[in-house]
Every structure is written in C-alpha cells, then in structure tokens.
C-alpha cells in the first residue's frame, strides 16, 4: 500500500520556493512584507492610508495584489503612483510562493526596497503558504470582534505585526482592545500590535515607518 | 501516466453526502440553513438576536457550529437556550458534508424544524462545499465595504439569501446598500436582500421569520 501525503509536498515544495523568493529579494536589499487578514479588514486602504503619508518615498516602494477575481486594488494601488502588479487566483483562496516569484519576475523592482503583497481576504488558508517574506503583518478591524485569534490561531501566532485597523468604530462595537492584545500575546508574545484607523488617516505614520525603516 | 484530479473527486463525494443529509433532514420535514460569511462578519450575533425575537419558537430550532478551534460559539447558543453542537476541524478552512453528517448524528432532533449550521468565517472555501442545506445566507456587514461580490463571486452567485449586517454603522463608512445589492443582483437576479443590524436588533423580524416560516 502506497500513501501519498499529498498537502506535505505541496507545502514542501511552496517553502522551496519561497526560500528563493526571499534569498533573491534580500540580495537586491528589497524587504518583503505580506499582508493577511480577512475580506473588509482593510488590507488595501491600509496601504493607501501609510503609503500616502509624507514620509514616505513612494518611488521605493512596489505592490503586490492578491485576488481571486477583480484588478480593483491594483488600481487603486496605481492611481497613488505605486508601481504594482495584480495576481488573480480565479478561485483559489490563498497566494502562494511560486505566483508571487511570477510577480516578482514581472516587476520593475529597480530602486525598490519595501515589496508588499496584499494577500488574498482570508484569515486561514493564507497563514500556511509562505511567501517568502522578511516580516508578516496581520490586519484585522474592531468592528471584527475580540475573538479571532483564538479561533484562528496560526495568523497570529505567525506575525510580525498585528494591525488593529477601524478604531474609530471602537465605540460603538464591544471591542476590547486590552483584551484582543492580551489574546494575540498569549500566543505570541513577540508580535508587535498597532492600532488605527486607515479610513481616517489616524495612526498611520507607525505603520509608514514600518515600511520604510525595517 | 495517469492522471488523479483529485479536487474533482473530494467535490463529488462531498456532494453525494450533501445530497443524503438533505434527503435525510427533508425527511424528518427539517429545514437547513447554511450560513457563510467573513471571520467577523456577524453570524453569530446575527443568530443571537434572530433567534431571541418573540416570534421563533426556540425548541424547534437547532444550531450546528463550525469553527477551527474553541466552542465559543456553540456556547453562545447554549447560553440562549438552543440547541447545539460545535464542530471543530483543528484547522481546516471549511465544512464538510461529512463533518454536518455527524453533527446530525449527534444532536437531538427531535421536534426540531429548522437546522442551522454556522460556517467557519471564510468567503472562499465554505462557498466550494455544499452540505446539503436546503438555503444558503450569505452574511455580510457594511465594516467589509463595497466591492466583496465582485472579489468574492462565488458566495453571492450561490446564496439564496444576502444579508447586509451592522447597518448601525452605515453613516461612519463609505459603504453603499444600492451599488452592493446592484453587485449582488449581477451575479445572482434571485438572491433576497435583507439588511439589519445583529449588535443593535434591527432588522430581525424578517431574518427570524426567514428561519421560522420557510
């Protein structure tokens, strides 16, 4: 009887590549950060929010957009004058390391030194695929709830960073952001957590230096 | 060569089980709901706030929770008299038809009308995986923004009903009911949309007379 592990060779062969995504970005001194969260988390108006902030140098910065289905966030990704590719999956539910090295391969990264991936809006398939990046960066939203990390727990286990975004809507939820930060710590207790509010531009010149001075 | 598809036949077996839990439970002149939407999106409160109105007969109703880890959920609905059952899947992105399978087997169903199985927060893969429901709610919030049935089709094509939640928090976004529910009548002309707000029990007559008279 022969037993194929058939999810262990695909994750084998995802770290491979991935190994060769960041080896080869870091001997260019580019830094690769991904970006996970759910749908409606704020991933995009994230990076329009931070990357607008005048401390930023745009002409250093290159973006990568995961969907299935749509180039909405590429575009909205261009018409800040970032250079940006769109990935579409046509279903798929995650990113993995092979089509962001097709990313990779298709970007001007000339002068580059931050490469962000907008990963796909899903807060588990995307946590197991690494994409070969220097730094993870979770995002999540008050309006959310308290409960996501322990219900999802390899996101936040696995950041870098944890976002928590749409804090201007914090009164009028039952957010507890004590209690979220206490959750993620209890899991990992290295993250980093920021909070703020991308659609009001509020707390955006800590996530822009993340970007910039990593 | 041979060539194993094997997506093809994990969706097929799927559905054969799907096709006997909903002959099973048609049956037993039961009704079941599947709901799908974002991690956050608001079932559970939805479910909460619906099933507390005056109008639903409690012991006639039962919930199945799936969820990766924790039993939050199911205790939620313990707390408000329903009955319940959680289903965890230690990590795996969506329900299964055989995973509701033996769900029904373990709860009591006994006098029970309608059985409602609250999916793991996900928008893509839950969508792929029929459980043999006989409605599917797609529930979304107003926090996630416009552009989620474009991104994320294949939910919205195959929901019987969409529900628009957190409506309380409509004037703090940039959120737009006719341009979403104009999306959502592209992909699918039939799907019925209701809006509400779970948190602040807007709305809820009409989602608790969704699960009460079908």
Redesign the interface.
């Known amino acids: 009887m022969k037993t194929i592990t058939?999810n262990k060779n695909v994750l084998s062969k995802n770290d491979e590549i991935a190994a060769r995504n960041k080896s080869s970005l870091s001997g260019r001194g580019i830094r690769m950060f991904n970006l996970l969260g759910?749908?409606?988390s704020?991933k995009t108006t994230l990076l329009e929010s931070a990357l607008a902030h005048e401390s930023v140098d745009k002409s250093k910065i290159a973006v990568i957009e995961g969907?299935?289905?749509?180039d909405?966030d590429a575009k909205r990704m261009d018409e800040i004058g970032i250079r940006t590719i769109q990935l579409n999956t046509e279903?798929a539910?995650h990113l993995e390391a092979d089509m962001v090295e097709r990313g990779i391969d298709e970007l001007d990264l000339e002068g580059i030194e931050t490469l962000i991936v907008d990963n796909?809006?899903?807060?588990?398939?995307t946590a197991s695929f690494s994409l070969g990046e220097h730094y993870r960066i979770a995002v999540?939203?008050v309006?959310?709830?308290n409960?996501?990390p322990?219900?999802?727990?390899?996101l936040f286990k696995t950041a870098d960073y944890v976002v928590i975004n749409?804090i201007?809507?914090l009164p009028?939820?039952?957010f507890d952001v004590d209690r979220f930060t206490a959750d993620v710590h209890s899991l990992n207790p290295n993250a980093k957590v920021f909070t703020c509010s991308a659609?009001k531009g509020e707390g955006m010149e800590a996530i822009a230096d993340l970007f910039m001075n990593h």
């Not at 969907?67 to 749509?70: A, P």
């Not at 322990?150 to 390899?154: G, I």
Request: glycine share 14%; aromatic share 14%.
């Open positions: 058939v759910s749908p409606g704020g969907d299935l289905f749509t909405f279903g539910c796909i809006g899903n807060l588990v398939c999540t939203s309006t959310e709830g409960d996501k322990l219900k999802y727990p390899k749409k201007d809507l009028f939820t039952n659609f």
